[in-house]
């Protein structure tokens, strides 16, 4: 088969939530290996809620992956909820105003998923992520198009494709041995990018290279400690310093006072950024931003996270762990992390933030002397 008809893309959508049905214990079993273990689970929920919902419906290729995106971004916990939603929806604009999906159409659907997935998270192949087997399988549909091969015999589904793709892990994880072993004993990079693989959010061994560091300011109260705590493992994981503000394991405070401790930091230019946990995340920011020259943002989702340093210089970044699971929070604080203010058009409006505050500084400052 060359090519099958977009409105008759529901069969491939429902096999594959039979797929992932089917391989949930699989799923959790390799995930719990480096991970939490809840891979399978997850996918499976996302996977059947949008069974339940359009299993009596009729849909193209390109309805059906946006609506299974939608539900995986906006419904499912974790970090794979956002990445796999970013995919599958990506996938679906690039297959709208196809009548039929070639291999060529799949090659190019892959490819702009994996473009969009890159620019949102910054992962690489090798990272151990989702990038490790969509850029084989991107380039393997992409050996197929000049020849115009059909889905059953592209070079990324036959017996030479499964070789290649198990040499390119068996390169990676070479590497990721060789960095294992000398960690913590080199004091300056090597150039083996293992550090990538193990800490994809250091850049070729910042914590030996002597580079630039993001120095971080970190607080909570009592309804966000185990946050926090998970979010101070992930920071020291990937070698970013902190200052740990509080709240302690059961200590009781009032958020506002922790959330004015760490933007003063911020602002008096002790730390560069800052995070703030509390139960939503809301009361925090509401107080941080109280702090004259701070901008804190509420993220509970990759595009705002990226958005808040981009498009808003967001200095201090807040989260609420009854809002979102510990993946997905150091999922945002890589994102974060990564991100620059970008300048251009964003510049003048951060800078009319400013000029807002100064209004109602001056303005304060003169009822008082007079």
């Known amino acids: 088969?060359?090519?099958?008809?977009?409105?008759?893309?529901?069969?491939?959508?429902?096999?594959?939530?039979?797929?992932?049905?089917?391989?949930?214990?699989?799923l959790g079993e390799i995930d719990g290996l480096i991970g939490d273990g809840d891979h399978g689970m997850n996918m499976n929920k996302g996977f059947s809620l949008f069974q339940q919902r359009f299993e009596k419906e009729t849909f193209d290729l390109s309805e059906g992956l946006r609506e299974l995106g939608m539900i995986l971004l906006n419904e499912i916990g974790g970090s794979m909820g956002p990445i796999y939603g970013t995919v599958f929806m990506a996938m679906a604009d690039e297959a709208d105003g196809?009548?039929?999906?070639?291999?060529?159409?799949?090659?190019?659907?892959?490819?702009?998923?994996?473009?969009?997935?890159?620019?949102?998270?910054?992962?690489?192949?090798g990272d151990k992520t989702l990038m490790d087997t969509l850029t084989p399988a991107v380039a393997g549909f992409g050996k197929s198009r000049p020849g115009g091969c059909g889905y059953a015999d592209c070079p990324c589904t036959d017996e030479?494709?499964?070789?290649?793709?198990?040499?390119?892990?068996?390169?990676?994880?070479?590497?990721i041995r060789t960095c294992q072993q000398t960690w913590g004993t080199v004091k300056r990079c090597t150039g083996c990018r293992g550090c990538i693989l193990l800490y994809p959010a250091s850049e070729l061994c910042r914590r030996y290279n002597g580079g630039d560091r993001v120095k971080l300011a970190i607080g909570c109260d009592e309804a966000a400690y185990q946050l926090k705590k998970t979010i101070m493992e992930?920071?020291?994981?990937?070698?970013?310093?902190?200052?740990?503000?509080?709240?302690?394991?059961g200590e009781t405070v009032l958020y506002p006072?922790?959330?004015?401790?760490?933007?003063?930091?911020?602002?008096?230019?002790?730390?560069?950024?800052?995070?703030?946990?509390?139960?939503?995340?809301?009361g925090m920011a509401i107080t941080a931003n109280k702090v004259p020259g701070i901008r804190a943002a509420v993220c509970h989702d990759p595009y705002s996270a990226e958005r808040a340093r981009k498009s808003n210089d967001a200095q201090i970044l807040c989260m609420g762990e009854r809002v979102i699971g510990k993946e997905l929070a150091k999922c945002l604080v890589d994102i974060w992390l990564k991100a620059e203010f970008s300048g251009g058009g964003s510049l003048p409006k951060v800078k009319r933030i400013g000029e807002v505050e100064q209004y109602y500084f001056d303005k304060v400052k003169k009822q008082v002397s007079d």
């Not at 499964?162 to 990676?172: A, I, T």
């Not at 992930?234 to 394991?249: K, N, R, T």
């Open 1 to 26: 088969m060359k090519a099958f008809h977009n409105k008759d893309g529901k069969p491939v959508l429902m096999r594959m939530v039979s797929g992932i049905k089917e391989n949930k214990d699989y």
């Open 98 to 125: 196809k009548d039929e999906i070639t291999v060529s159409d799949l090659y190019q659907m892959l490819d702009q998923a994996k473009k969009e997935l890159e620019e949102l998270v910054g992962a690489r192949t």
């Open 234 to 249: 992930h920071l020291s994981d990937i070698g970013v310093e902190y200052e740990d503000y509080g709240a302690a394991e």
């Open 160 to 175: 030479k494709g499964c070789r290649e793709w198990k040499r390119f892990h068996e390169g990676y994880d070479s590497k």
């Open 257 to 282: 006072d922790i959330a004015r401790k760490v933007a003063e930091a911020v602002a008096e230019g002790k730390y560069e950024r800052g995070i703030l946990v509390c139960g939503t995340g809301i």
